[in-house]
T-cell receptor, first 114, second 112 residues
Framework: AQSVSQHNHHVILSEAASLELGCNYS??????LFWYVQYPGQHLQLLLK??????LVKGIKGFEAEFIKSKFSFNLRKPSVQWSDTAEYFC????????????FGTGTLLAVQP | SQTIHQWPATLVQPVGSPLSLECTVE??????LYWYRQAAGRGLQLLFY??????ISSEVPQNLSASRPQDRQFILSSKKLLLSDSGFYLC???????????FGDGTRLSIL
């Protein structure tokens, strides 16, 4: 069965620090990978996605993620975080197919201190 | 543009009462529809998905059911709520194929 692991449950950073959130998945076939973000009081929204091609994908607000197939990883990065990046971040994966079902990680709560 | 609406935003229900949460999508046709439950520290768990009217697949055995009476309407129901049904329920839609999912604002359900 597919699963997604996010090892950092709670991360606290100061503004301008660099960010890397880990995400590993288990699935033997071809997958699509996503990072979603949930800002306080807001709905879950797509941050970036990987379907194919360049394994380094860029998303909104300066975020990027790198798909490393050999490591089954899709880590999220940002060179310099801002206070407004405080949110919960979810990694998700789906096996390619008609149903498009997503398997989510447990989420990482990021708190950025000004 | 496409929008997704969920209601109510908050609901407090007694144990044993029925439940009906509604989700509608506008601006698209024949979407895939999904119901998730989000629990603190446990991420989002897929409960049901639907690829078309009347087509419902259940991902986990539970006290809830789902229905899709119209193309862009997805309903989450229960005949008798349990304490364990408390949580945050999210509806989502996606276009067919390998497309991202888009989420509603969610319903906070508290069972007393």
């Amino acid at each position: 069965a597919q699963s997604v692991s996010q090892h950092n449950h709670h991360v606290i950073l100061s503004e301008a620090a660099s960010l890397e959130l880990g995400c590993n998945y288990s699935y033997g076939g071809t997958v699509n990978l996503f990072w979603y973000v949930q800002y306080p009081g807001q709905h879950l929204q797509l941050l970036l996605k990987y379907f194919s091609g360049d394994p380094l994908v860029k998303g909104i607000k300066g975020f990027e993620a790198e798909f490393i197939k050999s490591k089954f990883s899709f880590n999220l990065r940002k060179p310099s975080v801002q206070w407004s990046d405080t949110a919960e971040y979810f990694c998700a994966v789906n096996a390619r197919g008609a149903t498009n079902k997503l398997i989510f990680g447990t989420g990482t709560l990021l708190a950025v201190q000004p | 543009s496409q929008t997704i609406h969920q209601w109510p935003a908050t609901l407090v229900q007694p144990v044993g009462s029925p439940l009906s949460l509604e989700c509608t999508v506008e601006g698209t046709s024949n979407p895939n529809l999904y119901w998730y439950r989000q629990a603190a520290g446990r991420g989002l768990q897929l409960l049901f998905y639907s690829v078309g009217i009347g087509q419902i697949s259940s991902e986990v055995p539970q006290n809830l059911s789902a229905s899709r009476p119209q193309d862009r309407q997805f309903i989450l129901s229960s005949k008798k709520l349990l304490l364990s049904d408390s949580g945050f329920y999210l509806c989502a839609w996606s276009a067919k194929g390998n497309q991202p999912q888009h989420f509603g604002d969610g319903t906070r359900l508290s069972i007393l």
